[in-house]
């Protein structure tokens, strides 16, 4: 079933409110979950540097294109700037060499990925003698938006935003741009709902994007700790059972319900189709308020997989 819900950006463009997301998928997952999922009719699709997947996305994208099944006007590609060019000298370089990888004349959405820097060295980041990664810590947000502005102006992003940020980070960066960012990526899910950032956001036209939607399952080897798994809530259990959907379903449905996108992956056919057969239901409010009570501010992406990055002066959180 096609997605059936849009976000209206803030200059009119359309962004399907349930996209693909694709961190932890190798080349050879991401070329047959990509398949099914354009299958299952997704049409936001995103990606970044840091996933080391854009080749093969473009790759099967360029299929899909080539052979008339979708127009790249259908296609809503979201990618980001990673940590090690989050500068304003490095901003054309970095999305031009991700466009290359796309095979795309234009991105629909360019994302600053995180607010802080780290040097840029062939291969794997920089660590020191105490096994930390080594900062760039002369981060110019402002310096930054302005090179982020640039490559819209000249069409290589359609739209501009960041992930991430913080609000004071946010507010400073409102405070001094020509274009509004069109979007806030953050991880967002029962357990870390972050009302506040949210309404901040909503309340500067700037739409929001939840990551880690279902909890990221998978992600403990990454981060070397226990997180707490979201599939296994009862109360999520309970109203799903009642809508005879699955718990996924559930959680997705509450965000697309807060007005917020989202982007769940999955490299498994089953569930890449389940993830976006969202449209046919709904959660009523007495249930919606269940679902927002379940809030305990519980972050699972801190980037404790970047030992050492709490000590950048940008760090968000
Ligand atoms: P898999 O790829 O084997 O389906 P998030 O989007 O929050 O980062 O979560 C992604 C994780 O959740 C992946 O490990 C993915 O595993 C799993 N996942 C994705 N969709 C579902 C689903 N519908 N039910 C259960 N687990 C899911």
């Not at 607010?115 to 105490?130: A, I, R, S």
């Not at 699972?300 to 970047?306: K, L, T």
Request: proline residues 5%.
């Amino acid at each position: 079933m096609a997605c059936k819900m849009d976000i209206l950006l803030a200059n009119g463009a359309r962004m399907p409110a349930l996209g693909f997301g694709t961190w932890r998928a190798s080349d050879e997952e991401v070329e047959k979950a990509l398949n099914e999922a354009l299958i299952a009719g997704y049409r936001h699709i995103d990606t970044a540097p840091v996933y080391l997947n854009e080749k093969m996305i473009g790759k099967v994208l360029k299929q899909w294109l080539e052979a008339g099944k979708l127009t790249r006007e259908e296609l809503f590609i979201v990618t980001k700037l990673p940590p090690h060019g989050t500068r304003a000298c490095s901003v054309e370089k970095f999305l031009k060499r991700s466009l290359a990888d796309l095979q795309m004349e234009y991105v629909d959405l360019y994302l600053i990925h995180v607010p802080f820097t780290v040097p840029e060295v062939d291969g794997p980041f920089l660590m020191n003698e105490d096994k930390e990664i080594v900062l760039e810590t002369t981060t110019d947000h402002i310096a930054l938006w302005k090179a982020m502005e640039k490559v819209r102006e000249d069409g290589l992003a359609r739209n501009i935003g960041l992930s991430n940020f913080n609000q004071r980070q946010i507010q400073r960066i409102i405070d001094n741009c020509q274009i509004k960012p069109a979007n806030l990526q953050i991880e967002n899910h029962i357990y870390l709902q972050q009302p506040e950032l949210v309404k901040f956001c909503k309340s500067n036209g700037i739409s929001v994007t939840a990551y880690s939607p279902l909890g990221s399952k998978g992600i403990e080897t990454l981060l070397n700790r226990e997180v707490p798994n979201l599939l296994e809530n009862p109360v999520v259990k309970e109203i799903a059972n009642k809508l005879r959907k699955s718990v996924a379903q559930v959680l997705l449905r509450h965000l697309l319900q807060r007005g917020i996108s989202t982007i769940p992956k999955s490299t498994n056919a089953k569930r890449v189709r389940e993830n976006i057969d969202l449209f046919d239901f709904k959660i009523e409010d007495s249930d919606m308020a269940l679902l927002d009570a379940l809030d305990q501010n519980i972050r699972i992406c801190d980037f404790g997989f970047f030992p050492g990055i709490s000590k950048h002066p940008e760090f968000p959180f």
